[in-house]
């Protein structure tokens, strides 16, 4: 039974990473001659065939459309699926979903897996890992073998093609505006690293809203966490400062858990301190109190992600222009924050 | 540009059902002769090829496993692709996810997506509508191919291949007990509707658990759910009876629709009326008061699925015995329900 070899088990084999056999393979400069020359003599030695994009393209359309999202306990990417699987199954497609869980390697996997003639496009959102690197060779190389992709949410300066997005930075200065204007004095935030975009654009708007409102920007009320699933530790300590009477934070996960220490430390919500999230799920409307929170919209963000996708796999004529639609953030007021 | 035509197409091209063009591609003895001419002929002229799984499977391994689940908004689903992807990845797999949005027509298109040479095996839990039609067709295909399938949570006995499944029937039991020990005297059950075979084994446990507790079983209590979006309306009529002070709901989004209601009319949880989910999942944790459940430890099985799976894939003669491996449910007390 003749195996094909994975590039994971390349990059084993010669003790070298995932990014440095998928570049070396593609004779990218950035690897040495030595090491490009080494990956593909075993390459070749074990019938291992990169993937041509361009070829299989040209030959025919699968009707799939590939989509790859960080994770999916948190409610924010399910919601996005279901809006690409609404757009997609009405215009004939199948979505066939890769999860990179937060990994660079695993993004590259999941693409070369995807890339190998089962689908017509992309759809995705980057992890956090390929932030931190910032290596997207990955995505230029599909772009520029002219397989269509849309990046939605979590996306890249560095990748020219069409983009979904919301207004973090203007959704974050609504909802810390919404604090200020419902009488909260001193706003905390609670949010991601900075390597992360989106927190790093909500952390933006929140100082924003503060210094355009007189308010001074207080780092000490600022945490940045990495670790999500362990934020209560982090949360613990700002609540031991105890000199805030508002909380922002970047996700529905952190807020209801500052909530619930905040029940626990005796405090009322919203009369002693009042709270805002950001992504309207599940958790928001079930919480208790129920939590104010900036709507992302992810069911139209997929819808808008799907049509922007068939729209360039079905164009006649390569269109090179690409276009970043951006959804604006409502604010949904429920029992978390004071009434104005 | 040759495009391939789609099971979908061919079927609205001859104006008939998907399932017909699938089982008449295969030569089914359940449709006509006459038309299963007319959808080969068809299928010929546009160069439709069904797939053959015994040949892709003997020229490669992929190092894919392809999943089909019913859903991904609610969290159970997404704790067993957890599951196995944490298996699947230490064994050097991907996992290539798909949905069936609770239909049968997309479970049969998903499959012929994956099942092109694109995957080892499937791991799937089958679709709502599938489980009405009881049409199992195409999984006994991919079976008599030779393709590895691992079914869980919904399954089906007409199908042989290994299984994972929880010990629904007992874990509701257990359930209605823990409310029995409380003290509860009348237990009203919120369940789905019966040909969803995990609501049909939990409303048997909910009903002999009754039944050995000398207790009677109340068929006005019993409520049954088609649609989970909607289940407010159908849970408000329940609490117009006014006439019990237990509930056991078969999942976690019942349980609290309920337990919202119960508090607007002004119940106090768990004094008068005492709650108990199934599925150990997000919102029961956050849920206010906190939601006493039985844990359906989707990651055990996810884990456990990708472990059954990735074996047959891998061994070297085929084996012909399969086997259900059955997780036992555990009971996670919390404040919806009153303390022994």
């Known amino acids: 039974m003749r195996r094909r070899i994975t590039l994971k088990q390349i990059a084993k084999e010669l003790d070298v990473s995932i990014s440095t056999v998928s570049k070396a393979l ?30 299989s393209l040209k030959n025919k359309h699968t009707k799939n459309i590939g989509v790859i999202i960080p994770e999916i306990v948190h409610h924010f990417f399910t919601t996005v699926i279901s809006g690409i699987e609404k757009v997609a199954n009405s215009k004939g497609y199948n979505v066939i979903v890769c999860l990179s869980n937060e990994s660079f390697d695993k993004e590259v996997i999941n693409m070369e897996t995807l890339a190998n003639g089962s689908i017509d496009g992309f759809i995705m959102s980057i992890s956090k890992e ?27 300066d560095e990748i020219y093609c069409d983009k979904v997005i919301v207004d973090d930075a203007r959704g974050a200065y609504q909802a810390v505006e919404h604090l200020i204007h419902t009488g909260c004095k001193r706003i905390a935030l609670i949010t991601t690293v900075d390597y992360v975009s989106v927190g790093k654009l909500r952390t933006l708007g929140y100082k924003n809203a503060l210094l355009d409102n007189e308010m001074g920007v207080d780092e000490d009320l600022i945490i940045k966490i990495e670790d999500i699933e362990n934020c209560d530790k982090e949360i613990e300590k700002l609540f031991d400062l105890d000199n805030f009477d508002g909380v922002f934070a970047v996700n529905e996960l952190f807020a209801l858990t500052a909530m619930k220490i ?5 405090y009322r919500i919203p009369e002693d301190i009042s709270f805002i999230g950001f992504t309207d799920g599940i958790l928001s409307k079930h919480a208790s109190p129920t939590l104010t929170t900036l709507a992302q919209h992810g069911i139209e963000m997929g819808e808008i992600a799907a049509d922007m996708l068939i729209e360039k796999i079905e164009e006649e004529e390569e269109d090179e222009s690409f276009r970043t639609e951006i959804i604006r953030t409502s604010l949904i007021q429920r029992d978390s924050t004071r009434k104005i």
Not at 140 to 156: A, H, I, T, W
């Open 26 to 55: 593609r004779e990218s400069k950035e690897i040495s001659q030595d090491t490009r020359d080494k990956v593909q003599a075993f390459a070749k030695l074990y019938n291992y065939k990169p993937n041509n994009i361009a070829v």
């Open 262 to 266: 905040a029940q626990e430390r005796g």
């Open 130 to 156: 390929t932030q931190k690197k910032k290596d997207f060779h990955h995505l230029r190389e599909v772009v520029n073998q002219g397989m269509p992709l849309v990046m939605f949410d979590r996306v890249s």
